[in-house]
């Protein structure tokens, strides 16, 4: 588990495909992909919607 991406560990923990969180937040899955492996950092924007779909 170490150094991996947040984002991965929490959806993957809660047994989430890409798309779910993707849709939910209204961002692409292919943002997600790049956030999990490091490509991108995502916005701020980006952070607080997947915050949001998570507290749901």
Known sequence: MSGEPALRIWREHRELTQERPAKKAK???????????????????????LMLVGNN
């Open 27 to 49: 961002v692409s899955r292919a943002l997600i992909a790049a956030i999990e492996t490091k490509r991108k950092t995502g916005s701020v924007g980006t952070w607080k919607r």
